[in-house]
């Protein structure tokens, strides 16, 4: 999806355009400005990450280094539940990547994409800290842990 700066998105960018402004000066602006075009479009496509380029007179693959380095930092637009199987060692060795194969079966969905309407996110991450929980998987802020494949279609019932 493109994001027009003079159409739907103007608002958007106006508002980031003068965060820019604020923040231009200031050293180290470039991870601010960044994480503030992301709380206002919700990630950082290609079209955004050129006017944050352009905005700090910085290169755009100077911005794309900073987006792909970070984790906090998404490239495609997310779903409305963002979920993230932990893949760290504690929960791959109880079955992590059965959860996470049973969730892109449930959704159909690949791993680090969104289902066509929107809804959800299926992301694998590193360790969420609940080592003593495992397998375990975040759907926005709420954790499951214990879990088993056949968990997996009544928690994905919940948020549809």
């Not at 479009?41 to 792909?68: D, H, K, M, N, W």
């Not at 959704?107 to 992301?123: A, M, R």
């Not at 802020?141 to 549809?160: M, N, Q, Y």
Request: with cysteine; aromatic share 8%; glycine share 12%.
């Amino acid at each position: 999806m493109s994001i027009d700066r003079n159409g739907k998105g103007k608002a958007k960018f106006d508002q980031l355009q003068a965060f820019i402004e604020e923040m231009r000066l200031e050293p180290g602006a470039l991870m601010p400005v960044m994480q503030k075009a992301q709380e206002i479009f919700g990630y950082l496509p290609e079209e955004v990450q050129r006017f944050v380029a352009e905005g700090l007179g910085v290169t755009l693959s100077e911005v794309y280094g900073v987006a792909t380095f970070y984790s906090q930092f998404v490239l495609e637009e997310q779903g409305e539940h963002v979920i993230g199987v932990c893949m760290g060692t504690a929960c791959y060795v109880k079955g992590s990547q059965a959860i996470l194969d049973r969730l892109a079966g449930e959704l159909k969905v690949e791993v680090g994409k969104t289902t066509p309407d929107g809804k959800f996110t299926l992301n694998a991450t590193r360790c969420l800290g609940c080592c003593g929980l495992a397998p375990v998987m975040m759907i926005g802020d709420e954790v499951f842990g214990r879990l088993t494949p056949d968990d997996i279609p009544g928690i994905v019932a919940k948020f549809r």
